[in-house]
Protein backbone atom coordinates (compact mmCIF):
# COMPACT_ATOMS: atom_id res chain seq x y z
CA UNK A 1 0.00 0.00 0.00
CA UNK A 2 1.91 3.32 -0.84
CA UNK A 3 0.94 6.80 0.82
CA UNK A 4 1.27 10.15 -0.47
CA UNK A 5 5.16 10.29 0.88
CA UNK A 6 6.06 6.87 -0.86
CA UNK A 7 6.27 9.52 -4.02
CA UNK A 8 8.20 11.56 -2.47
CA UNK A 9 12.07 11.90 -2.93
CA UNK A 10 13.65 10.60 0.45
CA UNK A 11 15.21 14.33 0.84
CA UNK A 12 11.44 16.02 0.00
CA UNK A 13 9.76 13.87 2.50
CA UNK A 14 9.23 15.67 5.89
CA UNK A 15 12.20 16.47 7.87
CA UNK A 16 14.69 14.72 5.98
CA UNK A 17 13.84 11.45 6.96
CA UNK A 18 15.11 8.83 4.64
CA UNK A 19 13.59 5.04 6.09
CA UNK A 20 10.12 3.90 5.89
CA UNK A 21 7.20 5.67 6.52
CA UNK A 22 4.69 4.10 8.88
CA UNK A 23 1.17 4.77 8.28
CA UNK A 24 -0.60 2.72 10.63
CA UNK A 25 -1.28 5.32 13.60
CA UNK A 26 -2.71 4.04 16.76
CA UNK A 27 -6.08 4.81 17.22
CA UNK A 28 -6.82 4.25 20.94
CA UNK A 29 -4.97 3.46 23.62
CA UNK A 30 -7.68 0.49 25.49
CA UNK A 31 -10.36 3.33 26.93
CA UNK A 32 -13.91 3.15 26.18
CA UNK A 33 -16.39 6.11 27.18
CA UNK A 34 -19.26 5.42 27.86
CA UNK A 35 -22.19 8.14 27.20
CA UNK A 36 -25.09 8.28 29.67
CA UNK A 37 -28.25 9.32 27.13
CA UNK A 38 -31.12 9.36 29.77
CA UNK A 39 -30.88 9.78 33.53
CA UNK A 40 -31.87 7.24 35.21
CA UNK A 41 -34.28 8.36 38.02
CA UNK A 42 -34.11 5.71 40.88
CA UNK A 43 -37.07 3.51 41.24
CA UNK A 44 -36.76 1.97 44.67
CA UNK A 45 -37.35 3.89 48.05
CA UNK A 46 -37.42 7.42 49.26
CA UNK A 47 -34.99 9.62 51.27
CA UNK A 48 -34.68 8.79 55.00
CA UNK A 49 -35.37 12.22 56.21
CA UNK A 50 -36.96 15.48 54.43
CA UNK A 51 -35.14 18.70 52.48
CA UNK A 52 -36.80 20.53 55.38
CA UNK A 53 -36.36 17.67 58.52
CA UNK A 54 -33.04 19.86 59.50
CA UNK A 55 -34.28 19.42 63.69
CA UNK A 56 -34.17 15.81 63.00
CA UNK A 57 -30.63 15.35 63.31
CA UNK A 58 -29.32 18.31 65.66
CA UNK A 59 -25.61 17.54 65.08
CA UNK A 60 -25.59 17.26 60.88
CA UNK A 61 -27.93 20.13 60.60
CA UNK A 62 -24.98 22.66 62.79
CA UNK A 63 -22.19 21.17 60.90
CA UNK A 64 -24.32 22.49 58.02
CA UNK A 65 -24.90 25.45 58.77
CA UNK A 66 -21.27 26.36 60.91
CA UNK A 67 -19.28 24.15 58.62
CA UNK A 68 -21.39 23.58 55.19
CA UNK A 69 -18.00 23.65 52.78
CA UNK A 70 -16.47 21.02 55.63
CA UNK A 71 -19.57 19.31 55.17
CA UNK A 72 -19.57 19.15 51.40
CA UNK A 73 -15.69 18.23 51.71
CA UNK A 74 -16.81 15.03 53.88
CA UNK A 75 -19.47 14.03 51.33
CA UNK A 76 -17.10 14.19 48.29
CA UNK A 77 -14.42 12.01 50.32
CA UNK A 78 -17.68 9.66 51.56
CA UNK A 79 -18.97 9.12 47.92
CA UNK A 80 -15.04 8.45 46.84
CA UNK A 81 -14.83 12.02 44.87
CA UNK A 82 -12.39 14.45 45.48
CA UNK A 83 -12.78 17.31 48.00
CA UNK A 84 -12.31 19.89 45.39
CA UNK A 85 -16.17 18.96 44.35
CA UNK A 86 -17.32 21.22 48.02
CA UNK A 87 -15.60 24.38 46.39
CA UNK A 88 -18.08 23.65 43.18
CA UNK A 89 -20.84 25.00 45.17
CA UNK A 90 -24.72 23.96 43.90
CA UNK A 91 -23.33 22.05 40.88
CA UNK A 92 -21.18 20.01 43.35
CA UNK A 93 -23.85 19.12 45.31
CA UNK A 94 -26.21 18.51 42.02
CA UNK A 95 -22.81 15.47 41.39
CA UNK A 96 -23.09 14.10 45.11
CA UNK A 97 -26.84 13.90 45.57
CA UNK A 98 -27.22 12.60 41.84
CA UNK A 99 -24.40 9.57 41.94
CA UNK A 100 -25.73 8.70 45.53
CA UNK A 101 -29.36 8.72 44.73
CA UNK A 102 -28.63 6.83 41.58
CA UNK A 103 -26.07 4.39 43.91
CA UNK A 104 -28.70 3.75 46.05
CA UNK A 105 -32.34 3.14 44.17
CA UNK A 106 -33.33 6.77 45.62
CA UNK A 107 -36.28 8.07 43.75
CA UNK A 108 -35.98 11.10 42.34
CA UNK A 109 -35.05 12.94 39.40
CA UNK A 110 -31.96 15.54 38.05
CA UNK A 111 -33.84 18.30 38.02
CA UNK A 112 -35.07 18.05 41.21
CA UNK A 113 -31.27 18.05 42.52
CA UNK A 114 -30.34 20.93 40.60
CA UNK A 115 -33.37 22.74 41.92
CA UNK A 116 -33.36 22.05 45.60
CA UNK A 117 -29.51 22.33 45.08
CA UNK A 118 -29.59 25.74 43.91
CA UNK A 119 -32.35 27.63 45.87
CA UNK A 120 -32.21 24.78 49.22
CA UNK A 121 -28.39 24.13 48.85
CA UNK A 122 -28.41 23.66 52.74
CA UNK A 123 -31.13 22.03 53.53
CA UNK A 124 -30.75 19.83 50.30
CA UNK A 125 -26.56 18.81 51.63
CA UNK A 126 -27.90 17.99 55.17
CA UNK A 127 -30.56 15.76 53.72
CA UNK A 128 -27.51 14.40 52.27
CA UNK A 129 -26.13 14.00 55.15
CA UNK A 130 -28.62 12.62 57.45
CA UNK A 131 -29.40 10.10 54.27
CA UNK A 132 -25.50 9.20 54.41
CA UNK A 133 -25.75 8.85 58.18
CA UNK A 134 -28.85 6.38 58.12
CA UNK A 135 -26.88 4.37 55.81
CA UNK A 136 -23.98 3.80 58.03
CA UNK A 137 -21.26 5.69 55.89
CA UNK A 138 -18.09 6.33 58.26
CA UNK A 139 -18.01 10.22 59.86
CA UNK A 140 -15.25 12.03 58.54
CA UNK A 141 -14.10 15.20 58.82
CA UNK A 142 -14.20 16.46 62.59
CA UNK A 143 -16.15 13.39 63.36
CA UNK A 144 -19.93 15.38 63.21
CA UNK A 145 -19.92 14.88 59.61
Same mark, same amino acid.
Given at each position: ??????????????? @?? %??? &???? $? #? =? *?? @?? %??? &???? $? #? =? *?? @??????????????????????FCGLCQACALAK???????????????????????????????????????????????????ARDMKAEMYPKT?????
Open positions: MSNKYDLLRDEDRPG @GY %TGP &VNTN $Q #P =T *GF @GT %TTT &VIVT $Q #P =T *GS @GRQWTSGVCDCCSDFDTCVCGYKLEESGMVALCGSNGLVALRTKYRTKHGIHGTMMNDICLSTFCFSCAQCQLCCGVC
